[in-house]
């Protein structure tokens, strides 16, 4: 049997695992890779490694697009199997990928007019709104703790991960050569005491164990901590009239804001007079799938819905759909603007996190991972500009960074729930993380539970053995190519000699020729001012680790 690691290995988006049996292939997730060009360049399957045709079926932990945003494409390319999802996912995949969909089409759209005013060919779209209309069609429910084979020979039962809404850590058994295998795919793991969410189910055996890592290098803060910081936020921007803007991930985040919110009201510490905004059409839609679904709640909001008192609803709440009223919220005084994306890298925040991250009044509150390479990871590191919708923006707002708001497991919670299987030969695969917290949390689980674990890179390919033999095949090539900075920089040298030689030829053309090309070279000016402040930051933050 073997396992190939198609995305989230040694990163945080992407997740997606194939497995190769003697009789089958199958996926656990079929997420979409978020990030710079390069890393966003593996959603198109240029290296053929999806194969989406030769796929049987795919076992969805969960709705989050890092997790379920390839399957268009992969229907599109010919997968026709079942997608087997939980009841909540189903309905947040109704909306998220019709969004996701609709982004695709639109950012097509505006490259190909680009593209074809240079004469050049239009641009595909990733994948269509037809494409994730079909993909829903292909969804199959399975409930919490039922046994159920998707292919002879295959077995499954989904747990409740307490992570979002209907996510599940799936556990997977194989027979092959007439010996049963079994796999567990953690998914993304909630953290204990969540709002809203039950606390992770646990498991005691595994033989392959296929745990993710995000937070596996630090802990959270405790959750009376973490609202009581964010009372402070909204006091401080409160008194100087200024918004508290709350970049949050839709589904899951948005809605434990919200709860947390209703509480600190019930505390007296929420102004009644101050405006909470919600300006995300796909939080409010996903809020609406959560109100529908109150019977997966853990049982004190359960309790709480019972008596008629909804966590989600506020008398000074307001959901802004259209693109006017977010326009609007900007001339608007002190408000709570709640907005995704959560990484700050797309999306309606980045146009509120424009009009007042240079504000010293205002507030930023990061409640959510900030991956590499994103504007938020960029602002919680303590950059002092930050370039948004093409402005450099000073950083003068007071930055808030809240991790007990995670929807994942802490290090000692994913020790914690590790901590429940008995099988010592279990070997243990960290997946789901950056590779710098990764290896922290590989010399953590050796030395409490003395397991052999990996830490498998993009493309690696696994033989599954349960007597302890481990074969890796790598390609490493295909995984982090080389980047010839020589070649580069030799380019954008001889490039600017050639311009250079010209300058004589420059000087004696028209005013409106040599305006246009001195504006073009600002922008090139531009790029490298940005550049290298980039690479001061990243060296002064080298310098301090």
């Known amino acids: 049997m073997k396992i190939t690691f198609l995305g989230a290995a040694r990163t945080v988006t992407g ?6 049996s003697e ?3 199958f996926a656990i997730d079929c997420g979409m890779h978020q990030g710079n060009r390069v890393v966003e360049l593996r959603n198109w399957d240029e290296n053929g490694v999806y194969r989406p045709e030769q796929l049987d079926f795919i076992l969805l932990t969960h709705a989050h697009i890092d997790h379920s945003g390839l399957l268009p494409r992969m229907v599109s390319k010919g997968f026709t199997g079942p997608i087997y999802v939980t009841a909540p996912t189903r309905d947040l995949l109704g909306i998220m990928l019709e969004d996701s969909a609709r982004i695709q089409e639109t950012e097509a759209q505006w490259r190909s007019k680009k593209k074809m005013r240079s004469g050049n060919l239009p641009v595909e779209a990733l994948y269509t709104v037809e494409s994730a209309q079909n993909a829903l069609k292909q969804l199959v429910i399975q409930e919490y703790n039922q046994f159920f084979e998707p292919a002879p020979g295959v077995r499954v039962r989904y747990n409740d991960a307490g992570h979002i809404l209907g996510a599940a850590f799936i556990e997977v058994w194989v027979t092959e050569g007439g010996e049963e295998h079994k796999l567990v795919f953690s998914g993304d793991l909630g953290r204990t005491n969540q709002l809203l969410m039950h606390d992770p189910q646990t498991v005691e055996t595994a033989d392959f164990l296929f745990l993710e890592s995000t937070y596996g290098s630090r802990n959270h803060k405790n959750e009376d901590q973490s609202r009581e910081e964010l009372a402070e936020a909204i006091a401080y921007s409160y008194s100087r009239g200024e918004k508290v803007i709350i970049p949050a991930f839709a589904v899951e985040r948005t809605q434990e804001i ?9 505390e007296g510490k929420l102004p009644e007079d101050m405006p909470v905004l919600v300006d995300s059409p796909l939080a409010i839609r996903a809020t609406e799938v959560f109100r529908r679904h109150w019977d997966y709640y853990d049982q004190d909001t359960k309790e709480l819905v019972k008596k008629g008192e909804n966590p989600l609803e506020l008398p000074n709440l307001r959901y802004t759909l259209t693109a006017e009223e977010s326009r609007a919220i900007n001339s608007q005084g002190s408000a709570i603007v709640i907005s995704a994306s959560g990484m700050a890298n797309a999306g309606r925040i980045k146009h509120h996190l424009r009009h007042n991250i240079w504000k010293p009044g ?8 900030q991956a590499e390479g994103t504007p938020g990871r960029r602002i919680v ?13 000073a950083v003068q707002a007071r930055i808030f960074t809240i991790g007990g708001f995670s929807g994942h497991a802490g290090q000692q919670q994913l ?10 030969n279990m070997q243990v695969y960290l997946i789901h993380g950056e590779h710098s917290g990764q290896k922290i949390f590989a010399e953590l689980i050796r030395e409490r539970f003395g397991y052999e674990v990996h830490i498998p890179d993009y493309l690696d390919e696994c033989l599954l053995d349960k007597s302890g033999r481990f074969e890796l095949t790598t390609r490493p090539a295909l995984a982090e190519p080389r980047i010839d900075w020589d070649y580069l920089l030799d380019e954008t040298t001889a490039k600017l000699d050639q311009v250079r030689e010209r300058v004589a030829y420059l000087q004696r053309m028209g005013q409106t020729n040599q305006l246009e090309i001195r504006g073009n070279l600002i922008d090139i000016n531009s790029q490298f001012t940005t550049i290298l402040s980039e690479l001061m930051f990243a060296q002064k933050n080298s310098t301090k680790r």
């Open 15 to 20: 997740s997606c695992y194939v497995i190769e």
């Open 23 to 25: 009789q089958h292939r």
């Open 258 to 266: 919200l709860y947390s919110l209703f509480l600190l009201r019930k």
């Open 362 to 369: 205002a507030s930023v509150v990061f409640v959510g991972f």
């Open 381 to 393: 590191e303590g950059a002092k500009t930050v370039r948004l919708l093409g402005e450099e923006l």
């Open 415 to 424: 020790l914690d729930w590790l901590g429940h299987f008995r099988n010592p």
